[in-house]
């Protein structure tokens, strides 16, 4: 019976450290986010594209040391030839954030007096950190993210990547923690808006919700993880990006 417990002890103490990754929980119904974006848009957008990479995700690091890795420290070792794993931990990380920061507008919170100060010290306006994302975010040719992201001095920075790469990864030229991520792929808006991305832009920006952006700060600010970022990135080690 004992020899039994140990049994069990030894399998749920796998499970805890290979547990697979999940969908996270869209905090609103599909229909909450309309008009900015449609039901069936967010429909779609969670339950078949991000299902699809926390399922590839999966697939990916079965098997493998990654599997015991938390989805940031896979995203920061991943290793030079993890095509598969690199977009689908990032698909599974940037899809995870855009879901938290959106709210339907009444049930929005206010921005933290830090961010709103940091945001004015270096962008002077809100508005003027609204046309730099916009900008970097329809600049962005085919598909990507545009982010606003801490960088290890501490400092906002907006910056877009492309496809589903985000700047916890070393291949970024820019490196922080996302604070904010907008998808400008078509997918997130192209029911509603077809090839309209600035239309779109204008509509998730009246989704954000500044509070949890607030929190973001606040923890990226004291994360361990910035100290990690400083390290060399692959730009400056590799000829190939
Ligand atoms: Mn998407």
New binding site residues.
């Given amino acids: 019976m004992r020899r039994f417990s140990h049994l069990v002890f030894c399998f749920c103490l796998t499970r805890v450290l290979a547990q697979p990754f999940v969908l996270p929980q869209l905090p609103y119904g599909y229909s909450e986010y309309a008009p900015n974006i449609d039901a069936l848009t967010m429909e779609i ?1 969670i339950t078949k ?2 299902q699809a990479y926390v399922n590839n995700l999966n697939k990916c690091v079965k098997g493998t040391p990654f599997e015991t890795y938390t989805l940031e420290d896979i995203l920061i070792n991943l290793p030079p030839d993890g095509e598969v794993l690199r977009n689908n931990a990032g ?1 599974h990380y ?2 995870s954030l ?1 879901w938290e920061i959106l709210a339907p507008r009444p049930k929005q919170g206010p921005i933290s007096e830090s961010l709103n100060t940091q945001i004015i010290t270096q962008f002077g306006s809100m508005d003027s950190l609204r046309k730099a994302l916009f900008l970097s975010a329809t600049s962005r040719f085919g598909s990507g993210w545009a982010w606003l992201i801490v960088t290890p001095d501490k400092k906002l920075q907006v910056i877009s990547m492309a496809n ?1 790469d985000n700047p916890l990864m070393a291949c970024s030229s820019n490196r922080g923690i996302p604070i904010l991520g907008i ?1 400008v ?1 078509e ?2 808006y192209y029911l509603n808006y077809q090839n309209r991305r600035a239309d779109y832009l204008s509509a998730v920006w009246d989704l954000l919700n500044w509070k949890v952006v607030s929190e973001n700060y606040a923890e990226a600010l004291n994360s361990p993880l910035l100290s990690k970022l400083k390290s060399t990135n692959c730009q400056k080690k590799s000829k190939k990006h």
Avoid: L, S, T, V
Wanted: avoid cysteine.
């Fill in positions: 957008h594209h991000h698909g940037n899809h855009f589903q998808d792929w997918h997130a």
